[in-house]
């Protein structure tokens, strides 16, 4: 009962991680590669920054996402191991 528990927690504490990489990640980025890197750096027009931020939002969460897949499978795994070891 103890280790269900423990596997409980790890798993909601991995996922509240990536919900909250998923909130703050892409917003940020959106915000940040739209003003400092292309009207900043690159100095596209406020029209053509929105479009490539945009881009650059959708493809972290993508990235996010497939972090998330990664570890809930490792974590998975590793949980069916450790149980068909008893």
């Known amino acids: ?3 269900n528990e423990g596997s409980l927690t790890s798993t909601l504490r991995t996922l ?8 703050t990640l892409p917003v940020g980025l959106y915000f940040s590669s739209k003003a400092y890197v292309f009207e900043g750096s690159l100095g596209m027009s406020d029209r053509d920054s929105y ?6 939002a959708v493809v972290t969460v993508h990235v996010v996402l497939a972090l998330f897949v990664y570890v809930a499978w490792n ?12």
Do not use: H, N, P
């Open 16 to 23: 509240l991680f990536f919900t909250a990489l998923m909130i």
């Open 75 to 86: 974590e998975g795994s590793r949980q069916w191991r450790e149980g068909k070891q008893d």
């Open 51 to 56: 479009f490539y931020a945009a881009i650059v």
């Open 1 to 3: 009962y103890s280790r």
